[in-house]
């Protein structure tokens, strides 16, 4: 069933590129899978210690096949999940443009969106789009913990905004 989900996966690539909407698809249908996956390989590695049943994680040899592809389904997840402000920083970076010049305008704008620039993508940037030595990064990397055979880049005009948008706070606030 992992094969197939892989296969499915590799299957979605266009011109070396995957787009965020067959991302959230692939996701979808194999939601299931994950689920029974990450259930089992929760219960795996339970010790009790000082009366508590505690997990460890397993880092003795290299991760198994259910453990890359819960790694490989949440990295996914989680890059999804950053997507669905696009259409917020499009506005966003609407009303920056109208107010630019206004310096206190700014500072109002910096302080409406400081936990979205300070916190939920504060790594954003380096998270996917650090990953070429000379600087030369386009499309977003996915990054995979346990998986570091499979590439995933996702197409920049997926993460238009949100880019514009994080670039322009970090340019005004740090």
Known sequence: ???????????LIIDNIYHI???????????T???????INDSKHLYEIDDSIVRLPNNIGNPTSDEKFIDVYESLDVLTKLHRNEK??????????????E???????LKKNEKLGTEDYVTFLIDYL??????????????FLKDDKLEV????????????????????YW
């Open 1 to 11: 069933m992992i094969i197939e989900a892989y296969k499915q996966l590799l299957g």
């Open 103 to 109: 310096p206190q305008k700014v500072k109002q704008w």
């Open 33 to 39: 899978l994950y689920v029974q996956i990450k259930r």
């Open 130 to 143: 650090d990953y070429d030595p000379n600087d030369n990064e386009y499309h977003l990397n996915v990054f």
């Open 153 to 172: 880049y996702v197409d920049r005009e997926d993460f238009k905004h949100t880019i514009e948008f994080i670039e322009t706070f970090n340019d005004h």
């Open 88 to 101: 917020y920083f499009k506005q966003e970076m609407a009303i920056y443009d109208r107010i630019k010049n």
């Open 21 to 31: 909407p067959k991302i959230e698809w692939w996701l979808l249908k194999n939601e």
